[in-house]
């Protein structure tokens, strides 16, 4: 690792990483100190990185490990089971509606992290499946398999009201 400077290391990665703790947190300074815990435990650790072309995955994990240590320690989110959702909505046929990057969020926050972790990475991080599974330690079917519910959350939640999709119109699809 020692061919990629801290300085390379930060420039490089600080943006990506910071999206998605701000998708994981919700809040940017929440983001913006996570952000920072990641490059600092990474810094100290940067020795224990055996292949400098897996640094990407390398920090999303770090942050994602120091994103849940914050969460066991202070429960105060309200997550919405998934298995309250019902029925999952078929797939749209209409191009996705535009939505609002707050109200998003707030459904993001919504969800577990085990759920909302590989639909960041997967839709906002452009990471693959196998990417994502090795992240979580988790079958890559466990992977599609969340992603799946997931949508179907945010499709739930996103969609118009019941009277417009009547009138033909579909949920949002472009999750």
Not at 68 to 83: F, K
Not at 87 to 108: G, K, N, R
Not at 137 to 161: C, N, Q
């Amino acid at each position: 690792m020692s061919s990629l400077s801290v300085r390379e290391l930060i420039d490089s990665h600080y943006q990506p990483l910071f999206r998605y703790a701000y998708r994981l947190s919700g809040s940017s300074a929440d983001a913006e100190d996570l952000t920072q815990e990641t490059f600092g435990k990474a810094i100290q650790r940067l020795a224990q990185l055996r292949q400098a072309e897996r640094v990407k995955p390398w920090l999303f994990r770090i942050l994602r490990n120091e994103y849940l240590r914050r969460v066991r320690d202070d429960r105060r989110h309200r997550l919405t089971p998934l298995e309250q959702l019902g029925e999952i909505p078929q797939p749209a046929a209409d191009p996705p509606a535009d939505i609002d990057p707050a109200t998003l969020q707030a459904v993001l926050n919504e969800l577990d992290e085990t759920f909302r972790t590989p639909l960041i990475l997967y839709y906002f991080e452009d990471f693959s499946y196998r990417d994502i599974a090795e992240q979580m330690d988790l079958p890559i079917g466990t992977v599609m398999s969340r992603l799946a519910r997931a949508k179907a959350h945010l499709r739930a939640k996103l969609s118009p009201p019941a009277d417009a999709s009547a009138n033909g119109r579909h949920p949002p699809d472009g999750f």
